[in-house]
Each structure stands twice: as structure tokens, then as C-alpha cells.
């Protein structure tokens, strides 16, 4: 059974910083793409970050770019996204999300894992 449990959403002031993690488990998370993707209120589900198995390649939604880092440890089945110079428009509830393969592909129907999702919120 595969799992993926995020951590690491709160409460920030805007300018502030926050690292997620999303630690995965039941799938072999070395040859698994990964990402994260958000979903504000009264919004879709939209594209953030996503990471290649081996981390060599990731992609950035341009509302992120330069703010954001995604990287991952696979000795640790781990997935973290650093988050700087937050804003309020990045409040939302942060889902971690595995593909079935090792590219990563920004679409969100190319991911077939969801965690439960963390929440963020940016005050102004």
C-alpha cells in the first residue's frame, strides 16, 4: 500500500520561509517521479514543483520560480520543497504526489499518489 505523508505546513509571515516533506512508502520511490502541487480555496489543484527519480531534472510553475527549491533524498524515501520570500497567494494546502514512472511530467493526471496534504498559510 503506498503512503505519502507531507509535514512541515504553518503559519508564516510573508517574506517568510517553510520547508515541506513528504516521506513515501509501499512504491519504489528511487525510479518514481515526484511533486508538489497545490489547491487554495474556491481554486484547482495546480502544478508547483516536480522532481525526476534521480533529481537530475525538475520544473517549476512560474509563479514559484526562484522562490521555490525541490529536492529529494532517496536513502531516505524523502521529498522536501523549500519555500522562500513567501507570499500570501501561496496559501493553499500542499499535496505531495508520485507519477507511476521516473519522468517528471508537470501534469497533474500523470500522477497517480496523493498524500493527505499540509497546510500553508501566508499572512500579509
Known amino acids: 500500500q503506498v503512503q505519502l505523508v507531507e509535514s512541515g505546513g504553518r503559519l508564516v509571515q510573508a517574506g517568510g520561509s517553510l520547508r515541506l516533506s513528504c516521506t513515501a512508502s509501499?512504491?519504489?520511490?528511487?525510479?518514481?517521479?515526484m511533486g508538489w502541487f497545490r489547491q487554495a480555496p474556491g481554486k484547482e489543484r495546480e502544478f508547483v514543483s516536480v522532481?525526476?527519480?534521480?533529481?537530475?531534472?525538475?520544473h517549476y510553475a512560474g509563479s514559484v520560480q526562484g522562490r521555490f527549491n525541490i529536492f529529494r533524498v532517496n536513502a531516505k524515501n524523502t521529498m522536501y520543497l523549500q519555500m522562500n520570500s513567501l507570499k500570501p497567494e501561496d496559501t493553499a494546502v500542499y499535496y505531495c504526489a508520485a507519477s507511476k514512472g521516473w519522468y517528471a511530467y508537470r501534469q497533474i493526471s500523470e500522477y497517480v499518489y496523493w498524500g493527505q496534504g499540509t497546510q500553508v498559510t501566508v499572512s500579509s
Open positions: 509501499g512504491l519504489p520511490f528511487s525510479t518514481t517521479a
Open positions: 522532481i525526476s527519480n534521480g533529481g537530475g531534472t525538475s
